[in-house]
């Protein structure tokens, strides 16, 4: 019996996750100004935009003042690639494709704040979600995601306040009871694993906005997960919730999460909410705040914990990123929103304080995920759960 179903029989309630585990919030209290309390990271984020410790304070810095200092990792390991974002062990057989792993763990520990761990990301296997009903596809992922999760925890237990599943159920992958059902037995087996490793907590973030493609209401996606939620023991689902992905109106997307309230409420866990915020839509055209907070509003009247996906992408104040300018005006606009003063957009460079040959790039390797979303009423073809395999480090010159 896993440590959450002993617990919510020991304290009955449908809280005793959080009570026992120590981590896991209870559902925010409902407010007419929600806000983000934490943002995903990619490794991308160091693939040489934004490769510099100072770059990651800056954006850390901004988080913290608006309220969301803590951090979920995307990833540390990409299955595809056979690559990590941190120096594992070499009983693993990865490649190594920079530090952004250790980067995080010094840089959130410093502050203070907390960091969900993100562990085996598999792109090419969602987008080909038929790999998830492959027995050997499934055990193998399962051993890989465990042992990586055992090299992680030996070198970064310390600042582990839970840990990501990074494998994101898109409509595909649940869409027969059978699908979900087995789906949930596999998450199930990981969790267990976790859980015994480290008694933290564990979140997936399944992919709502992908049952736009099909034509599904996000009602029809909620109702579909409920043998997967129902047959794991996982702690935190952190779902998607389709702004800027589909033509969902907020209504649409509270009402879905009611629904999904219901589900995560009798498997006795915490329903959270990730947001997708990108700089422009696929149109090209800028995505105002004012366009995001009525979304944050119905969501955040549920008592839904809100994160970000990502931080780095839509209001991050620094100039040397990407869309920095626009970034900067994002985050005053968010600022104002939350009622807390307008940024100071700064403009850094410093570099990275580590060994080029650990941490470099080759030219040739891919830049981070574009992350644009399709426009309304077209299909879904990226977005978070896109991400294009990573190439290893450069050796060190001779």
Do not use: C
């Amino acid at each position: 019996m896993s440590m959450r179903r002993i617990a919510q029989i020991v304290l009955a309630g449908a809280a005793a996750s959080a009570v026992v585990l120590g981590v896991v919030p209870a559902a925010q209290a409902a407010t007419t100004r929600p806000g983000f309390i934490a943002s995903f990271v990619s490794p991308y984020f160091f693939d040489g935009r934004a490769s510099t410790q100072q770059q990651l304070a800056t954006q850390l810095d901004a988080q913290e003042q608006v309220g969301a200092g803590d951090v979920i990792v995307e990833w540390a390991v990409h299955a595809d690639a056979r690559n990590a974002a941190y120096p594992s062990s070499p009983a693993l057989g990865l490649g190594r494709f920079n530090d952004a792993v250790p980067a995080l763990v010094q840089a959130v520990q410093a502050r203070g704040d907390q960091l969900w761990m993100g562990l085996v990301v598999a792109p090419d296997a969602w987008a080909d979600p038929s790999r998830f009903t492959s027995e050997q596809f499934l055990a193998e992922q399962l051993a890989l995601t465990n042992a990586v999760a055992d090299d992680l925890w030996a070198q970064y237990g310390g600042a582990v306040k839970g840990w990501y599943i990074p494998v994101e159920p898109s409509w595909d992958m649940i869409s027969t009871p059978e699908r979900a059902a087995r789906l949930g037995e596999w998450y199930d087996a990981i969790a267990d694993h976790l859980h015994a490793l480290s008694g933290k907590p564990v979140m997936v973030s399944p992919s709502m906005p992908y049952a736009w493609n099909v034509g599904m209401a996000p009602t029809d996606y909620v109702a579909a997960m409920a043998p997967m939620i129902a047959g794991s023991d996982v702690d935190v689902w952190n779902l998607q919730d389709g702004f800027e992905m589909t033509g969902w109106s907020p209504e649409t997307e509270a009402n879905a999460f009611r629904a999904a309230r219901a589900l995560t409420d009798a498997a006795g866990a915490e329903l959270w909410a990730a947001i997708y915020t990108p700089a422009y839509n696929g149109a090209g055209v800028r995505v105002p705040v004012s366009k995001l907070t009525p979304y944050l509003e119905a969501l955040g009247a549920l008592g839904v914990p809100l994160t970000q996906w990502e931080f780095a992408q839509y209001l991050s104040p620094d100039l040397g990123r990407p869309n920095g300018a626009e970034m900067t005006e994002n985050l005053a606009q968010y600022r104002a929103y939350l009622g807390a003063a307008a940024p100071r957009p700064v403009q850094v460079s410093d570099p990275l304080p580590v060994s080029p040959a650990e941490t470099a790039v080759p030219a040739s390797a891919p830049s981070a995920p574009a992350a644009e979303p399709a426009v309304a009423g077209s299909t879904v073809t990226t977005g978070p759960s896109v991400t294009p395999a990573p190439q290893a480090a450069a050796p060190a010159p001779a």
